[in-house]
């Protein structure tokens, strides 16, 4: 019925297609390891599954909840409904206040207790780094 031209050109786009298919599938395994994924603390006290991998918490830092314990830095997370109690190890971004937005990435050692491992503090689009208002300031 077809040419052998155009069945050349089927097979052709055929095994295109299969090979661009295939390096996608193989690409989003590779790198299924590597993606973390954002919960709110409402979802992680809603959530029946234990999750055992490394997630990141978004919410705000609850007022008066930052504490100093030797070397590691106590606070809570809250999305306004529902509340995590977060242990950080490290030095926090400059952003990081009360009060605030904060990301903090790490383990859940169970649905009140998150145990992080990097803070990313959250600014908002009028944010401008000191360094910047200084020279503007000066200009």
């Known amino acids: 019925m077809y040419g052998k031209k155009v069945r050349l050109r089927i097979v052709f786009i055929i095994s295109v297609l299969t090979t661009i298919i295939l390096s996608i599938y193989i690409i989003l395994k590779l790198l299924e ?6 919960k709110s603390p409402t979802e992680i006290k809603q959530s029946s599954e234990n999750i055992t991998k490394k997630i990141r918490i978004g919410g705000m830092v609850k007022k008066n909840s930052v504490t100093l314990d ?11 409904k529902s509340e995590i109690n977060v242990i950080f190890a490290g030095s926090v971004p400059n952003l ?3 009060e ?6 790490g383990f ?6 998150f145990v992080a491992d990097k803070i990313l503090a959250k600014h908002d689009e009028n944010y401008m780094p000191p360094e910047v208002k200084e020279s ?3 200009k």
Request: glycine share 2%; no cysteine; hydrophobic share 45%.
């Open 33 to 38: 390891d590597d993606v973390v994924y954002f």
């Open 70 to 80: 030797n070397e590691k830095i106590l606070f809570v997370i809250t999305d306004f």
């Open 96 to 98: 990081f206040q009360e």
């Open 100 to 105: 605030k937005g904060v990301v903090a990435e």
């Open 108 to 113: 859940l050692e169970d649905k009140n207790l």
């Open 136 to 138: 503007l300031k000066q």
